[in-house]
C-alpha cells in the first residue's frame, strides 16, 4: 500500500493513483470537473461542531487528534475508506487546508497505516 496526502489545489498526478476527496465541504475555488477525484468520502471528515472548535489552530492538535479519532472508531465511512486503501495499491489523501500538517488527512493516513498493521 503506498499512501499519499495532498492539497486539492496541487496539480494532478498519475503517481496520485486513487484520489479520495475527505474534506466534509467541497473546496473553494475547485470545479468537480477538474478535482479529478474518485471518491469524495464527507462522512470521514471531522464533524463542524469539532472543525470549527478546532479552527486549524496548532495548540489544539492533540486534543483535536484525540477527539477526531474518537469519531472515527465506529465510523461507516472510516471502514469504506480502509476499504478503499485495502483495494488499491496506490491511493491519495486530499484535503483544502492551508496548513499540510495540521489537518484531518494527516490523522487519516496515521490511521490507516496503523490499522495495517495490526
Given at each position: 500500500?503506498?499512501?499519499?496526502?495532498?492539497?486539492i489545489?496541487?496539480p494532478?498526478?498519475?503517481?496520485?493513483?486513487?484520489?479520495?476527496?475527505?474534506?466534509?465541504?467541497?473546496?473553494?475555488?475547485?470545479?468537480?470537473?477538474?478535482?479529478?477525484?474518485?471518491?469524495?468520502?464527507?462522512?470521514?471528515?471531522p464533524?463542524?461542531?469539532?472543525?470549527?472548535?478546532f479552527?486549524?489552530?496548532?495548540?489544539?492538535?492533540?486534543?483535536?487528534?484525540?477527539?477526531?479519532?474518537?469519531e472515527?472508531?465506529?465510523s461507516?465511512?472510516?471502514?469504506?475508506?480502509?476499504?478503499?486503501?485495502?483495494?488499491?495499491?496506490?491511493?491519495?489523501?486530499?484535503?483544502?487546508?492551508?496548513?499540510?500538517?495540521?489537518?484531518?488527512?494527516?490523522?487519516?493516513?496515521?490511521?490507516l497505516?496503523?490499522?495495517?498493521?495490526?
Open positions: 500500500m503506498s499512501l499519499h496526502i495532498k492539497r489545489y496541487e494532478p498526478s498519475p503517481s496520485d493513483g486513487f484520489r479520495v476527496l475527505v474534506d466534509r465541504l467541497w473546496p473553494r475555488g475547485v470545479s468537480k470537473e477538474n478535482a479529478d477525484i474518485n471518491e469524495w468520502l464527507k462522512d470521514v471528515a464533524s463542524t461542531e469539532l472543525r470549527e472548535w479552527n486549524h489552530e496548532p495548540e489544539k492538535w492533540k486534543s483535536f487528534s484525540e477527539k477526531y479519532s474518537a472515527l472508531k465506529d461507516p465511512a472510516f471502514g469504506e475508506l480502509e476499504s478503499i486503501v485495502e483495494k488499491h495499491k496506490n491511493v491519495t489523501l486530499l484535503y483544502a487546508a492551508k496548513d499540510e500538517h495540521y489537518n484531518q488527512a494527516v490523522i487519516l493516513s496515521e490511521l497505516q496503523s490499522h495495517k498493521k495490526e
